[in-house]
Every structure is written in C-alpha cells, then in structure tokens.
C-alpha cells in the first residue's frame, strides 16, 4: 500500500469516528449511553491525534446528558489529562478542579490535586501552588500523620521530615538512629522550610536565572533515572570479566592484579557505563531519525 493510499485510510478511519460522535451528540436521548463505551470513543479520537476533537466530544456530552456526579468526575479527570497533553494547561487546571466537585469522594480526587499543583508551576503560578499545597485536601497521601512542627499556622508531618531525612548521605542516616540527633534534624528541617518560604516571599522562586538552573537540575535528575533504570542493571559483571580487562590492558596498569583489583573494576565500570549510554543514545538517534547541521554551529 503506497503512502498516499494510507493517508487516505488514515483520514477516512478519521472521519468516521468523528462523524459517528457528531450523531451521537446530536442524539437527544443521551440518557443510557453507556460512559464508558463513550470513552473509548474519544480514546480512538485521541490515538489518531485529535486531542482537541476528543476534549470537545467529552465536553458535548457532559453538557448533554444526565450522568451522575460519579460519571461526570471520571469524564472531569480525563478532560483534564487530555487538556495537559494538548497543552491547554489553564483548561486543564479547570477541569482537575471539577473532579472533586463533581464527586467529593473520588478516587482521583489526589492525582487531579497534584496535577493542579504541577500544572501552576509551569504556569508559573507559583504562589497559588503554595496555597493548593497548603491547604487540607488530599494532596496528604500519608493519612494519619503526626505533625512535627508548625510553620506560620502550617503543619509539617512525620512523614515530611522521614522523606527529607531518605534524601540525606548513609552515614548521616545512621546517625539519626539516635532520637537525640533526630530531634536536631527536625529543627534544621523547619529551618530549611522557614528560609524556603522566605524566599517565595521575596519572589526569588521567579528569577528568570534561577528558573534555568532548576530546569538544567530536573533534565540531569530525570537522564539518571534511565541510568538507573535502563544501564544499571546491565553492568552486572563477575570476576573474569574484571581481569580480563586487565590483561587487555596491561600496559596501563602497575602492580599484579590481586593488589588493584578494586581499582581496575572501577575503571572497569566506567567505561561499560559509557559504552551502554553511547549504544543506547546511537539507537534513539537511528529511531528518532536525528539530522545534524554541524555548519551552522558558529
């Protein structure tokens, strides 16, 4: 089948779909379609690239029909991930509010707040998404927590001060195994968080500067993620593969084996880590079909 004959598939498979929702919104008796089969609807919508078709069906039939407030939660969450990924990030804000006024009680009641609270800051609303994260909702995943501490009326949790403690070196860690030293780490905790707030205050959260070096932060977070998902569990190796990479080279190395073995695995490790990264980044560049324009690097 050439290309062009499956374009013109591709468009007809298109049309269809979006012909077969025009009539079913155009149908007054909305009443017994099923939610769940008009889901699947928009899905097809959504798979082909129509996102904004997909968002408009989904909004026609919250408008048209009698659904319960349950149903019009579920349809609430999915505008609002179909919207965050058509970039309409406002409209999405919207409709993540509208899950937990449709249904008080749903069970996406806490995904659709930390997508409220992610979606501000990229709209760089960050003091809004202070205020979302401040208030008791049910952005608190950890229920039954202890507060440790307040901070200007605001409650900090055990589970708060647990997290930030996970983050912190082994050796730090172990120490903090005494209740004494725990103790200590809390009062350092709110500290961090009485500067941090400070700092929203005075705007420095909005420094044009600042803002590039937290974004050159994430991107360098997220590549080691694929390090430890993707190349760390690649580099598992045992003792002949360590000295065979000696004896391959020998010339650069002083002294027997046995005395810098430890040495010669981490030279080892090294260069298998960037040997993985170098083939995985090599096949993204074939699969992405990367082009480069070295001409116009000035």
Known sequence: MTKDI?????????LIVGVAIVLMLKNNNLVGVDSEAFRNTAAKLESAGLLDEAIA????????SNLSG????????????????????EKAVKWYYDVETFDPNSTNKADAGKAVVALLE??????????????????????GGKVVAKVG????????????????????????????KKNQM???????????EHAIKMGFDRDPELRKKLAQVEKQLIVGKVYETEIQPKLKT????????????????????????????K????????????????????TEQVEFFPENVK
């Open 57 to 64: 069906s989904y909004e026609s039939y919250l408008d048209k």
């Open 267 to 286: 030279e080892y490790t090294v260069e298998k880590v960037q040997k993985l990264y170098q083939d995985m980044v090599e096949e993204k560049i074939k």
């Open 6 to 14: 499956r374009l013109i598939v591709i468009i007809g498979v298109q």
């Open 122 to 143: 990229k709209l760089q609303r960050y003091s809004a998404a202070n205020m979302v994260l401040s208030e008791k909702t049910a952005l608190n995943p950890k229920q």
């Open 153 to 180: 009326g605001k409650e900090l949790y055990d589970y708060e001060l647990n997290e930030f403690i996970d983050g912190l070196p082994q050796g730090v860690k172990e120490e903090l195994k005494n209740p004494q």
């Open 70 to 89: 349950k149903e019009k939660s579920a349809i609430a969450f999915s505008l609002g991930e179909l919207s965050e990924k058509a970039g309409h990030y």
């Open 238 to 265: 045992d003792e002949s593969d360590i000295e065979n990479y000696y004896k391959s080279n020998k010339t650069k190395y002083k002294g027997a084996y046995k005395d810098i073995k430890d040495i010669v695995k």
């Open 186 to 196: 809390l009062q350092s905790f709110v500290a961090d968080k009485i500067v941090f």
